[in-house]
C-alpha cells in the first residue's frame, strides 16, 4: 500500500466546530457559527504579508498607513504592483504588495468606512 503524502492526509480530514462540519477536499463546505479556521491560511502567505508590514514600520513607522492614507493611494499601489507581477518582475514581493494593500482595505473597510465611501463616490 503505497503511504499518503501529507497533502493528501490533510485532504481527508474532517473538521468540526459548533454547528459545522467541513470535509476538506470535497469541493463544498457549510459552515455555521463564529469558528474560523485561521489554520487553512498558507504560512507562507502569512510570513510573506507580515513581512511586508515590518517592511513598511521599518521605513515609514508602525501603522503609518492608519493615519488616513488615501484609498485611491492604495488601490494605485496594489495595480502597479500587479502590472509589474504580470510581466515578470522580480525586483520586489509584488503579490505581497498587494496582499498588503487588500489588507489595507479591508481595515479602512471596518474602521474608516467614511473614506472608503468618499472613493466610492469620487469613482462613480
Not at 60 to 79: A, C
Amino acid at each position: 500500500m503505497k503511504k499518503k503524502t501529507l497533502h493528501q492526509s490533510l485532504k481527508d480530514q474532517t473538521y468540526y466546530g459548533p454547528n459545522k462540519k467541513i470535509t476538506v477536499g470535497k469541493g463544498t463546505a457549510t459552515r455555521r457559527g463564529s469558528r474560523l479556521l485561521y489554520s487553512t491560511i498558507p504560512w507562507e502567505s502569512l510570513e510573506s504579508i507580515a513581512k511586508r508590514f515590518t517592511d513598511g514600520a521599518e521605513i515609514h513607522g508602525i501603522n503609518n498607513w492608519k493615519d488616513n492614507m488615501p484609498i485611491h493611494v492604495i488601490i494605485d499601489h496594489m495595480i502597479e504592483h500587479l502590472k509589474k507581477w504580470s510581466l515578470g518582475d522580480t525586483s520586489d514581493d509584488h503579490l505581497s504588495a498587494i496582499a498588503w494593500g487588500s489588507c489595507a482595505l479591508i481595515w479602512y473597510s471596518i474602521h474608516k468606512p467614511e473614506m472608503v465611501e468618499e472613493y466610492r463616490k469620487r469613482c462613480a
